[in-house]
């Protein structure tokens, strides 16, 4: 903290609680309080159950949970993928070629999710590919939403990356490819498990496309808390909520392990 007397100190945590608690997690205490609930006894939720969850880790709920784990690994990689090509193609263009990159990855992250889920409806219902009513077309929205973060991420890196590691391995005679996979990858892979781990994330929380999307054989778990809540069932949606925060949260702490294991190699 850039807070040299006891004093800042103090009021920098003190500012911090005062922002944080109310805005991030007051909300979120609320969530887990509500699922342990059977109803509302003035402003606290009362009535302790367990029920929620037992409903939450079976059946329709356990279905909806795998597959958003499925889409967002599969939308993740695939992000990934695309985000990192293209950033490393875009370190070799101009000045103008990269701009030109940045605008298209960066376009479907301007626009409300909403438009790039109905623009990907109609795009794929009829042929050559008509993906409409299969899982694929919420796999293809997610990778859509997700890339643009991959690409932003990699982009950066790629920045900072110090030039001399490439020039010193073509200097000894190393072919592009295995300065590419050798070198260069390797150098990236801290930012790499970053860039997963956040496509991984905003993946599994994805609603607003996914609504127009989904058939019914793969709705994902944000879709299942909306309907939940949608009928009123406040509890059971917060159950869901709290496994959905839960089950993201393990997946990014262990992609932070690699992360961090890779930032030491």
């Not at 939720?45 to 795998?66: I, K, M």
């Not at 070198?183 to 905003?202: D, Y």
């Not at 709705?219 to 909306?226: A, D, G, K, Q």
Request: net charge positive.
């Amino acid at each position: 903290m850039l807070v040299h007397s006891r004093k800042g100190k103090w009021a920098a945590w003190a500012l911090f609680l005062v922002l944080f608690l109310p805005l991030f997690a007051l909300p979120l205490l609320v969530i887990v309080a509500a699922s342990f609930s059977t109803h509302w006894s003035g402003a606290f939720p009362s009535g302790p159950t367990t029920e929620h969850y037992s409903a939450a880790v079976r059946g329709e709920s356990l279905q909806a949970l795998t597959t958003s784990l499925v889409t967002a690994v599969t939308a993740g990689l695939l992000a990934l993928t695309v985000g990192s090509w293209a950033a490393i193609a875009a370190a070799g263009l101009g000045k103008r070629g990269r701009r030109v990159l940045d605008a298209l990855f960066v376009l479907p992250v301007a626009v409300p999710s909403v438009v790039v889920g109905l623009a990907i409806l109609v795009a794929f219902s009829k042929p050559p590919m008509p993906l409409n009513g299969t899982r694929w077309i919420v796999i293809l929205a997610h990778t859509v939403l997700v890339t643009a973060f991959a690409y932003q991420s990699v982009a950066a890196a790629i920045i900072r990356l110090d030039p001399m590691y490439e020039q010193a391995a073509a200097s000894l005679g190393a072919r592009p490819s295995y300065v590419l996979f050798r070198v260069k990858l390797p150098l990236l892979l801290p930012s790499l498990t970053a860039a997963a781990g956040l496509c991984f994330a905003l993946s599994m929380g994805e609603l607003s496309a996914t609504m127009m999307l989904y058939p019914p054989d793969w709705m994902p778990l944000p879709v299942l808390i909306f309907t939940a809540t949608d009928r009123g069932s406040l509890f059971t949606g917060s159950a869901l909520a709290v496994v959905l925060m839960g089950t993201t949260l393990l997946v990014l702490l262990a992609v932070s392990r690699i992360r961090t294991k890779a930032s030491y190699r």
